[in-house]
Structure formats: structure tokens, C-alpha cells
């Protein structure tokens, strides 16, 4: 059961440092498991990260490399060519199922769900109309599903209230047979949003607020990915992280419940650090934990995330790791597990032995790039880690340098005290970059 946050940043959660909610099943899952301090998403936004997710390749060699909208509803679809990890667990005979945002292929072509190795699909499509939490529709499997408690401005079905039950349902009915449960929440992308049972827990905490104005009925863009107005943001956004947590303890309980918890691995993490949007205030909430930057930065605060193993009589207990790992490393981990050969080609290495407290293979480095904002890349090799920005204005441009050892916070750059380390970095970043025809990189345009 692989459970993905969206913007969740690392310290929006209790354990990791969060002092104005509580998230005590997320806290309980990992002082029952392992917590890996040093996990990275695939990307700074959605697409890319999950391609990462699935594919096993970081964002320099993965097939979606950015936020690419299809309209009238979806994304530029992963081809049908690439290998995912749900079609690799199906030839083990595993039964495969995503509820949630999907992202990577609009309905009904080569990069749907149901066409890239998942039996089941309930959720949104698409990442724009996923913004909105009470949407006119959402989809299961190929069948468009009409949200009828959500015609016109109405606000009686939260999409993820359904989903979660749908989620829920699948592990029911598949307890008995081999399963992967990919579960992609929303929550708590903006806008922000959570039904007022939720809310009112957090009023008089933060009251008096700012309301956020943002897109309402009169406009053509009301539930059509733009954000809506929210009075509270705050109050909403620790509402939503509130319910993402019981949603969580809900599915750990399911599995206790149906006696398959020992046979059963549960994975928690986020697609990328904390957002600015509809409403959010991530300094307010010390979303980056100290680290600095958001999401859409190559900084740790845009991509270094939580990731909670729990997994009884096989994980040991309030454990903690450093192994430094990614999300492209969860397809190689998943084929170990399930007992199949890892294709040779990608990037990331399984983590399996770090979970049962074996000695581990590291990485040589981790490789980003991130197109938006005029290209950026960054590498982490072994305690180092090189940020090089504004790409399409200069492609050789200067790489800052920075020591995680002692700088976190990428405060000091010491890129000209240690020339030896930029040349290593600069030579993985050309080696690891790929040209890829569907997602041109800004600098591209002066070298093709």
C-alpha cells in the first residue's frame, strides 16, 4: 500500500516537527515502523514526481518530465510503451489499484490508468480539476461519474471522503490475493477545503484570519481547477491534514482488521514539499521543517519529503534510517519484494534491505531537473548538493554548492571554495540529462 500526500511539505506532520495540529496516526505508523529522514521526491510538481514514482527513472530520464495540460480535462499521457510498476506486479499475479489523482494521461489514452497495469481506478483524472475537492465528476475506471450532490455551487460530496472508501472497498474485497494499493491523495493541495466538522476543530485556534479571494461561481473557471474563496485558510488547511491522518489510520486499521497487517507493507510520503497556493501559508505552519524553499524549488524544501515504512514482524519498530533514497527507487524495491527482476535500465535501487535491517546499496548521486521557471537542476552527491538555476539564459550557468552536513538550510554557498566537487557534479548533470522530444528543456533550444 503505497500512500502519497500532495504538497505535504516534511514538517506537516507532528513527529517531523509540526506544533499547531497533530497528526497521531501518520506519528503512530512510524514509531511502529521505520521513518527514512533523507527521502526525496521524483520532482518539485506532481507529473514528473509521479512518473518517477512509476517508472523507476528520476526526472532527467523518466517520460514525463513536467505539467503538461491536455484540455478539456487530463495530462500529456505517459507512452504506452513505458514500463510501470503495476505492470510489473500484474505478472506476478498482484491485483493493481490507484484511488486518488492520477496525472499522466487524460481519459482514454495510452497513459490512462487502466492501460498502464491498474485493474482499478477511481479518482480524478486529471491534476487541474483535482484542485477542487467538491468536482462535478470523478471517474472509475473508464465511466465518468456524475457527483450529483455537487451540481452548480453545492458542496455536498468531498471527493475525498469518496475515494477513501472506494480505497477501502478494494482492500476488502482483494485481502485474500497478492495487491497494490496505490492511494495518491489530494489532500492538501490547494484550494483548501474540508467539510466543517473537520474545520470546526481549528476555528477559534486561528481565528481572527485572512480570508483568501479566490474564484467563485460568476467565473467560468468556479470547480474547473481554480481555487475558491476560503474564509478560514488555515483552520482548512490543518482540517485537511487532520483528515488525511484519520484516513490513513483507517486504512492501517482495515488491514488489522481483515488479518493481513504482518503480509502487508505501508508506504507514506508526499510528491513534493509544501505550496504557496490558494490560501496556504507554509511559513506560518513551518511546512519546510528549516529547509529551505517550496515546492517548484530543487532546494530540500521542494523535494526532500517524509517516507514512513510500517510493516509488522518484518520492519523493527520506531526505527529511523539516513539511507539516502528517492521515489524512483520504490518500483526496483516493489520487484524485490514480489520477487521479480528489476529491469536494468533504471535508476533507482531497491530499499528493501534497509527495511529489514540488512546492509544497503547507496546511490553514487541523485539527479533533478525541474523545466519550469527557466530550467533548474540539482544533484546530491554524498553529503554535497549542487543547485544550478536559470538554465535558459545560460546553460553552463554557475553551480551553487552546499554542504548538507552542516548547511541544511542551503544558506552558504561554497561552490568556489571547492572547485574539485562542482567539475564532479557539472559531469553528472550532462551525463544524466536526456534529451526527451515530448518535454523539451529550456536550454535545449539553443543546443537541437
Given at each position: ?15 517531523t516537527g509540526q506544533k499547531q495540529f497533530e497528526t497521531p496516526n501518520i506519528d503512530q505508523l ?83 490508468p487502466n492501460q498502464q497495469g491498474f485493474d482499478e481506478f477511481y479518482g480524478y483524472n486529471c ?132 488479518g493481513i497487517a504482518e503480509n502487508t507493507l505501508i508506504l507514506f510520503t508526499s510528491d513534493n ?176
Amino acid at each position: 500500500i503505497f500512500i502519497m500526500a500532495d504538497d505535504l511539505g516534511y514538517g506537516d506532520l507532528s513527529f517531523t516537527g509540526q506544533k499547531q495540529f497533530e497528526t497521531p496516526n501518520i506519528d503512530q505508523l512510524a514509531k511502529d515502523g521505520m521513518f527514512f529522514s533523507q527521502h526525496y521526491s521524483g520532482s518539485t510538481v506532481c507529473g514528473p514526481s509521479r512518473s518517477s514514482l512509476m517508472t523507476g527513472y528520476h526526472s532527467g530520464h523518466t517520460y514525463i518530465r513536467g505539467n503538461r495540460e491536455v484540455f478539456p480535462e487530463g495530462q500529456f499521457p505517459i507512452a504506452d510503451s513505458v514500463l510501470t510498476v503495476a505492470e510489473l506486479l500484474k505478472t506476478k499475479g498482484y491485483v493493481t489499484g490507484v484511488f486518488g489523482k492520477w496525472g499522466l494521461g487524460y481519459p482514454g489514452s495510452e497513459g490512462d490508468p487502466n492501460q498502464q497495469g491498474f485493474d482499478e481506478f477511481y479518482g480524478y483524472n486529471c491534476q487541474r480539476l483535482a484542485h477542487n475537492y467538491y468536482p462535478y465528476h470523478l471517474w472509475n475506471n473508464q465511466e465518468k461519474i456524475i457527483l450529483e450532490g455537487n451540481t452548480g455551487t453545492q458542496t455536498n460530496q468531498y471527493a475525498p471522503e469518496l475515494i477513501h472508501q472506494k480505497a477501502l472497498s478494494f482492500i476488502e474485497d482483494n485481502h485474500q490475493k497478492s495487491f497494490f494499493l496505490y492511494y495518491p491523495s489530494i489532500i492538501p493541495h490547494a484550494e483548501l477545503a474540508a467539510p466543517e466538522r473537520w474545520m470546526e476543530k481549528y476555528h477559534l485556534q486561528f481565528a481572527p484570519e485572512q480570508e483568501y479571494i479566490g474564484v467563485d461561481e460568476s467565473s467560468p473557471h468556479y470547480k474547473n481547477g481554480w481555487y475558491a474563496s476560503q474564509k478560514h485558510p488555515r483552520a482548512a488547511f490543518a482540517a485537511m491534514i487532520r483528515l488525511l491522518d484519520e484516513q490513513v489510520g483507517e486504512i492501517r486499521r482495515k488491514v488489522e482488521e481483515l488479518g493481513i497487517a504482518e503480509n502487508t507493507l505501508i508506504l507514506f510520503t508526499s510528491d513534493n514539499g509544501s505550496h504557496w497556493e490558494g490560501g496556504a501559508d507554509p511559513e506560518f505552519f513551518n511546512s519546510s521543517a528549516g529547509f529551505r524553499g517550496h515546492k517548484r524549488d530543487l532546494y530540500e524544501g521542494g523535494i526532500r519529503v517524509p517516507l514512513i515504512a510500517h510493516w509488522p514482524e518484518t520492519i523493527l519498530r520506531n526505527s529511523k534510517t539516513k539511507h539516502i533514497s528517492a521515489f524512483w527507487d520504490f518500483l526496483p524495491t516493489a520487484c524485490e519484494i514480489a520477487g521479480l527482476k528489476t529491469p536494468k535500465t533504471i535508476d533507482g535501487i531497491s530499499y528493501y534491505q534497509t527495511l529489514i535491517g540488512k546492509p544497503q546499496k547507496e546511490h553514487e548521486f541523485l539527479y533533478w531537473e525541474f523545466h519550469e521557471q527557466g530550467g533548474k537542476q540539482a544533484l546530491r552527491l554524498d553529503n554535497w548538493k549542487g543547485v544550478r538555476l536559470n538554465m535558459s539564459s545560460n546553460p553552463d550557468a554557475p553551480i551553487a554548492l552546499y554542504d548538507l552536513l552542516v548547511d541544511k538550510e542551503e544558506q552558504r554557498d561554497i561552490s568556489l571554495e571547492n572547485p574539485v566537487i562542482v567539475n564532479a557534479i557539472d559531469s553528472i548533470i550532462k551525463n544524466e540529462h536526456t534529451h526527451s522530444k515530448a518535454f523539451l528543456f529550456p536550454f535545449e533550444k539553443q543546443i537541437h
